[in-house]
């Protein structure tokens, strides 16, 4: 099991910067890839970006490429995300999630509460 705790969350102007982190409570948290999903209201939930165990692989969905940034720091069993030059339709709800990297096709079984990104125009 694995429980994932997002903080960083707020009210930012548009242009603006904010960092998100994910801390995951898990003696093995190398042994998970981790990804940062989102969800606006009244749409469905979408993929942002991952990185995988190590964190030398690393995706990102062509909205925020450029702009945001994944990282992990194994020692201290947290991700981050790194969001620049932030957008008005960048508001939602961001979730970050982990799958275990020992199981071929896993998929994000593990989910934090979220935390709410609102940026103003």
């Known amino acids: 099991q694995v429980q994932l705790v997002e903080s960083g969350g707020g009210l930012v102007q548009m242009g603006g910067s904010l960092k998100l982190s994910c801390a995951a409570s898990t003696r093995t948290f190398s042994n998970y890839d981790m990804g940062w999903f989102r969800q606006a209201p009244g749409k469905e939930r979408e993929f942002v970006a991952s990185?995988?165990?190590?964190?030398?692989?690393?995706l990102s969905a062509d909205s925020v490429k450029g702009r945001f940034t994944i990282s992990r720091d194994n020692a201290k069993n947290t991700v981050y995300l790194q969001m620049n030059s932030l957008k008005p339709e960048n508001k939602a709800a961001y979730y970050c999630?982990?799958?275990?990297?020992?199981?071929?096709?896993?998929?994000?079984?593990?989910w934090g509460q979220g935390t709410q990104v609102i940026v103003s125009s």
């Open positions: 999630a982990a799958k275990d990297k020992r199981v071929v096709r896993g998929k994000y079984n593990y």
């Open positions: 990185v995988n165990w190590s964190g030398v692989i690393k």
